[in-house]
């Protein structure tokens, strides 16, 4: 009887998570308060459930990307492009193009945050609908966020849960394999996947007509530190792949260092801008605390066993059938809810289930994280960066309708999806 209140608890939790995206927290919250009520867990037991790691690297990250937003870097290089007349549609492209780049690096809702401003800037100078724009570059972020370690939570966490360095994200090993050769990390096949996505998107933004006419004035950079910055966590975080085995908090060691060197230089150097703690994304580094405890609660209660009992039931013994029901499950789920929670309950339940299997978990991990990530485009409310780039548009007096955003959101979702995790299953081939 109490697991099953455990369970309802969860997913009451879950469901407030889904209707009501802004008050989050409340839902969170308020079901950790049940359980500590309910003697599910202590107060004891809630350092033990947190994983320092991933919170430690998100906060980091999040810092880092704050600083980027106001070096003013992406927006002077929108700003050069648009200097020269070029078609509305090679313009529209190129810039979510850049801003699946710059999410491979920055936290998803930072980089729309980066970006979204000066698309509307563009937009509104040369007359014409950003709805398509600003939805194609959510999705782009979506997309690209799954392609390295730092460049969205549920890669974070799924490295962090599976043990898995930064390189790994580019190249698998052959000792985590099994295999005689390594294999090429998720990296390469979310390129592939957006490669086939971004013609999707020439698809739509073709029908723009006209060129773009230069801006008045071109945004300047106010500095190039918060990149030197970025770059510089990069390579530590590529070099410390090597040799952090033996240190499993180098990473996040390695995230905060050079997030307090920038707020140190931000604090020193560009005092006399107005800088708020709020800027940072701290709703989202609380909803980590929360789920974690939530999941913790879930594995104590023997809920994540019982989930690689059902993938196992449905699945039978066909990796194959095993892997796009991971794939495609998580895509239909992350297209309504959101990922993190799914995420984490996810990870350790595939574990179990590739370990009764003996099969290597880190291709169906890999498919997980895709499903997962680029399944939120699908929906206006699958993905935060989604929510962020709608609320953007409302506040600039343009109406994105459910089925406006899908029309775009789900060709983009399915062709990307389809291609990458086919095309990893082939290159993986683990029978």
């Not at 697991?3 to 308020?30: M, W």
């Not at 929670?341 to 595939?350: D, L, N, V």
């Amino acid at each position: 009887m109490k697991e099953i209140s455990t369970l309802l608890v969860f997913f009451i939790a879950y469901a407030g998570i889904v209707i009501r995206r802004e008050k989050a927290l409340y839902f969170i919250y308020g079901a950790v308060v049940i359980f500590l009520l309910t003697n599910s867990i202590s107060i004891a037991d809630i350092p033990y459930l947190l994983n320092y790691n991933v919170l430690s690297i998100f906060l980091g990250t999040s810092i880092l990307s704050f600083l980027f937003v106001f070096s003013g870097i992406p927006a002077y290089v929108v700003g050069v492009l648009a200097e020269k007349k070029h078609p509305v549609w090679f313009v529209y492209l190129f810039i979510c193009i850049i801003t699946g780049l710059i999410s491979s690096v920055v936290e998803n809702v930072a980089t729309i945050m980066i970006m979204a401003p000066v698309a509307l800037e563009l937009a509104k100078r040369h007359n014409v609908n950003p709805v398509g724009l600003i939805t194609g570059m959510a999705v782009s972020s979506n997309l690209q966020g799954c392609a390295t370690m730092v460049g969205d939570s549920p890669s974070i966490i799924l490295a962090m849960e599976a043990d898995m360095n930064f390189n790994d994200f580019f190249y698998m090993p052959s000792a985590k394999l099994s295999l005689s050769a390594g294999k090429p990390g998720i990296f390469f096949f979310v390129q592939i996947g957006a490669i086939v996505s971004f013609f999707i998107l020439y698809l739509f933004f073709r029908k723009e007509k006209g060129t773009m006419e230069p801006l008045p004035e071109r945004k300047k950079i106010k500095s190039f530190v918060p990149l030197i910055l970025i770059t510089f966590m990069l390579c530590s975080l590529a070099i410390s792949s090597f040799f952090s085995n033996g240190f499993r908090h180098l990473p996040a060691i390695i995230c905060l260092f050079y997030a307090s060197l920038g707020l140190v230089w931000f604090f020193i150097k560009e005092r006399e801008e107005k800088f708020e703690l709020k800027h940072i994304d701290w709703e989202s580094f609380f909803i980590l605390i929360g789920i974690f405890i939530l999941v913790g609660v879930l594995k104590k209660a023997g809920f994540i066993e019982d989930i690689a009992l059902f993938l196992q039931k449905i699945g039978g013994d066909s990796p194959f059938a095993l892997y796009n029901i991971i794939v495609w499950g998580s895509v239909f789920v992350s297209s309504f809810v959101d990922n993190i929670p799914y995420t984490m309950a996810m990870i350790s339940g595939i574990q179990i289930l590739c370990q009764r299997l003996s099969l290597n978990p880190y291709l169906f991990l890999f498919g997980l994280l895709l499903g997962t990530c680029i399944g939120g485009n699908i929906t206006p409310v699958g993905a935060s960066c989604n929510v962020v780039g709608i609320g953007i548009l409302k506040k600039s007096g343009y109406k994105v309708s459910f089925m406006e955003f899908v029309k775009i959101g789900f060709p983009f979702t399915i062709s990307a999806v389809l291609t990458s995790t086919l095309l990893m299953w082939l290159v993986y081939n683990i029978r």
